[in-house]
């Protein structure tokens, strides 16, 4: 089976660094976005991840991925936006202890597939639950900027309403950009929103995508949580989407 | 340097001696493929040895399925930081897949294929003397699709991302090859104790 030349070029060593807290806001109940600026940052591909390491005063170190939301901008700092998992290790204590000014170390930029560069070319059909989003909005926002003209259709699956990350730049984004579809879905809100629909993620909303593209897409990204990117790859494959052109990236959970 | 305020959840000591660096345990068993999980019917699949381009043996289904059966219950180590302890697999060792053939190990590297494309590389060290599998079953069951099923590689000792899912052969090469995810970053060897985690680790 041919793969999709995807390789980005790779550092020849990923070293750790220190990165300062530049922002925080607090972007739903459960969702807080990190503004960092790496202390020497050379830049990324729309879809990749850094590494964070925290030491504790004894040495002991927690590591986790997460996926940078901000686009590719020359600007030298990146987003991250950080779920909360109640009994988790480190997405607490971001929520909880981190600060602006804080020094936070990392490494990245991570990731040489689940990346969409312009010349990649599309559609595009991108399938996000939860804060599978992330990666996805980096895409959306660099495709925004560096090539509008690619068709794109984002299927994002949230619980309620107000746990939709960014909603009010992909509902403006929906709006303003005629290559640009959003369907939404809400699988556990119980008062139903206009213009977004109820329910998990299933076919009829993936056929729905691929109808609002001119063509089939060039390539698919489904990120999420394990049970979600298992039916979000299933239904993609139903709906004829050749096995090649799918890409996933899966959080846990 | 200490990160301010962190002090972390530390495991016990039992379990923190067996844990990597930078690695958490885990009771699930979450999945890592970058891709869908590829449909792989018992009745079309095959596995082939090769060495080069040359395929020295292969075997359908039911024909590795009569081949030796051996057990290998192991800690597993995931690249995206999580372990999970006591896995319990059985399968066909590498060792004995190379009897059958007649073979010894003809070459230092390895490249394992699987049915969904993608393709990793395992020095041939790590895969013989008793350190790996063609693993076909999971806790007494057959593995699911999700986990790699119908076979998959079972590298116990490196990063997970060695055990490639869906295997469908093993490749001898003369020179160290990388494959798929190696090719994108990953480490060459991947030894969760060194944490070979990326290129130059
Ligand atoms: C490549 C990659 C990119 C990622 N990007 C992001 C991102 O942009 N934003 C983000 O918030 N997270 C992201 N994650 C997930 C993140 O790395 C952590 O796993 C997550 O923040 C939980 O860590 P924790 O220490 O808080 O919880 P842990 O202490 O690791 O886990 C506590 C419990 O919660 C469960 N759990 C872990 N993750 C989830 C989950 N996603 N849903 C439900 N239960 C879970 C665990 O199994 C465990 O039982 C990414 C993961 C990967 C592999």
Sequence with gaps: ?253 | MATRGFFGKRPTDDVGERLPPGQYRTDDFPVLSAGPTPRVALADWRFTLKDGVRPVMSWNWEAFNQLPQSKLTRDIHCVTKWSKFDTAWSGVMIDDLLAEAGIAAPSEFTLAHSYDGYSTNVPTDDLINGKAMVATHFDGQPILPDHGGPARLLVPHLYFWKSAKWVNGLQFTRRDEAGFWELRGYHMRGDPWREQRFAGD
């Design chain 1, 1 to 253: 089976m041919d793969r999709i030349p995807d390789i980005a070029p790779q550092p020849e060593r990923l070293a750790w660094q220190m990165a300062t807290v530049i922002a925080i806001t607090t972007e739903t109940p459960r969702v807080k976005l990190f503004r960092l600026k790496p202390a020497d940052w050379h830049g990324f591909t729309a879809g990749q991840h850094v590494d964070i390491r925290l030491t504790a005063p004894d040495g002991y170190q927690a590591e986790r991925s997460y996926s940078i939301g901000s686009a590719p901008d020359g600007s030298g700092e990146i987003e991250l936006a950080i779920d909360l998992i109640d009994a988790g290790e480190v997405s607490p204590f971001f929520h909880e202890v981190v600060e602006v000014g804080d020094a936070i170390e990392l490494r990245g930029p991570i990731g040489g597939h689940f990346i969409w560069r312009a010349e990649d070319g599309g559609p595009l059909l991108l399938m996000a639950g939860g804060s599978g989003l992330v990666p996805l909005m980096s895409m959306l926002r660099y495709r925004a900027a560096a090539a509008p003209e690619i068709p794109a259709a984002l299927i994002y699956s949230a619980r309620r309403h107000e746990d939709l990350i960014w909603r009010d730049e992909l509902f403006r984004r929906a709006t303003e950009d005629p290559n640009f579809t959003l369907l939404a879905t809400l699988s556990r809100e119980a008062t139903p929103v206009a213009g977004i629909r109820q329910g998990r993620i299933d076919r009829a909303l993936v056929d729905a995508a691929l109808q609002s593209l001119p063509t089939t897409p060039k390539t698919t990204y489904i990120c999420g949580s394990n049970p979600f990117v298992g039916a979000a790859s299933s239904f993609a494959l139903d709906a004829g989407l050749p096995f090649a052109s799918i890409k996933a990236e899966r959080y846990g959970g």
